[in-house]
């Protein structure tokens, strides 16, 4: 059974500040890793994937991924109260049309 | 459309019913899933489509659940003898297909089973 961990949170940190998001996972052969943002009562959308180890940047977001720690995390620099949002990670194998999802952890961004 | 449309998006129902749950997927999107999220849960997959024909339906949590996309387009989640257990948020997703973790969601249905 393929598990995906978050720590739920809540993750307080002050507006301007850098939000660490982490995320482990269970299924070594994972390959492909993404995180989606979800406002309360909203859907999930797509904000960063990565397939690579090491970082890739995106604006104010830099996913990073170990696989052979299997962990990966979302930094947020800047950090707005319009970032204040559940973060979900999501994990796929090879081919795999199936994303398992962690519980998220719900950020909190304080003015 | 612009996006994954999905109704209704909020459905209320008796234990035993029977429900289904529309999605029209973003134009030109090849796949389309089926998650469900319960409360305080990330979203849990259910069942995929590629064209038409269902990939893998063995996920569905029992033989009460069904969908169906005849066109290759809409595909209807269909939920027989509904139970309380099956409230929850169903959320469609669709993507090209070739990056199949880029999913686009759509907003959701909540069923409510009373």
């Known amino acids: 059974q393929k598990e995906v961990e978050q720590n739920s949170g809540p993750l307080s940190v002050p507006e301007g500040a850098i939000a660490s998001l982490n995320c482990t996972y269970s299924?070594?052969?994972?390959?492909?890793f993404f995180w989606y943002r979800q406002y309360s009562g909203k859907s999930p959308e797509l904000i960063m994937s990565i397939y690579s180890n090491g970082d890739k940047e995106d604006g104010r977001f830099t996913a990073q991924l170990n696989k052979a720690s299997q962990y990966v995390s979302l930094l947020i620099r800047d950090s707005q109260p319009s970032d204040s949002a559940t973060y979900l990670c999501?994990?796929?194998?090879?081919?795999?049309?199936?994303?398992?999802f962690g519980k998220g952890t719900k950020l909190s961004v304080i003015p | 459309g612009a996006g994954v449309s999905q109704t209704p998006s909020n459905k209320v129902t008796e234990k035993g019913k029977y429900v289904e749950l529309r999605c029209d997927p973003i134009s030109g999107h090849t796949a389309l899933y089926w998650y469900r999220q319960s409360l305080g849960q990330g979203p849990e997959f259910l069942i995929y489509?590629?064209?038409?024909?269902?990939?893998?339906d063995s996920w569905l949590p029992n033989d009460r659940f069904f969908a169906v996309r005849p066109e290759g387009s809409v595909s209807t989640l269909k939920i027989q003898r509904t139970e309380r257990g099956d409230s929850a948020v169903y959320l469609c997703a669709s993507s090209l297909g070739t990056n199949t973790g880029e999913l686009f969601f759509g907003e959701g249905s909540r069923l409510t089973v009373l």
């Open positions: 999501a994990v796929s194998g090879a081919g795999s049309y199936q994303l398992t």
């Open positions: 299924d070594r052969v994972s390959q492909s």
């Open positions: 489509f590629q064209g038409t024909g269902a990939a893998d």
